[in-house]
């Protein structure tokens, strides 16, 4: 009872808000306000407000659990162990293995000629050539005048 009563107080507080905006005509702010007083009924009358202490308390007596029971402590070092001793045996790199061999070519075959790694010399372009495309920009400028 005294929960929908807070929270009809809060959406009509929320809407006399809204009212002062629209009063002055501040449309978009008045909107904004309107609809953020609205969402306290709706919790109320959805009955979602229960379910939200709910699952406050939930995770509330999780967290002190985590904190204070050896137990979990335990549960994270053992997951921290066998996630060390799973990245030293690297239980990823088989399967990069295999990837590996099913990508090289068997032996016997020819591989794909290689590109020679150094690009081959080029002339030298005189400075109408490196703009390119700002040639055309340039003279449509020229001929406005700009």
């Known amino acids: 009872m005294l929960t929908g009563a807070l929270c009809y107080l809060l959406s009509a507080a929320g809407l006399a808000i809204a009212g002062l905006h629209g009063w002055r005509r501040r449309w978009r702010t008045a909107t904004r306000w309107a609809g953020i007083a609205l969402v306290p009924a709706g919790l109320y009358l959805t009955g979602l407000i229960p379910v939200g202490s709910t699952i406050g308390r939930a995770l509330g007596d999780w967290a002190t659990r985590l904190v204070l029971d050896p137990g979990v402590w335990t549960g994270i070092g053992l997951l921290g162990l066998a996630a060390l001793l799973l990245a030293v045996t ?33 002339p030298a372009r005189g400075a109408a050539e490196e703009l390119g495309d700002f040639s055309d920009i340039e003279e449509i400028l020229r001929k406005r005048g700009i």
């Open 90 to 122: 690297g239980v990823g790199r088989t399967s990069q293995s295999a990837a590996q061999e099913k990508a090289a070519p068997p032996p016997g075959t020819p591989s794909a000629p290689t590109r020679p790694a150094v690009a081959p010399n080029r």
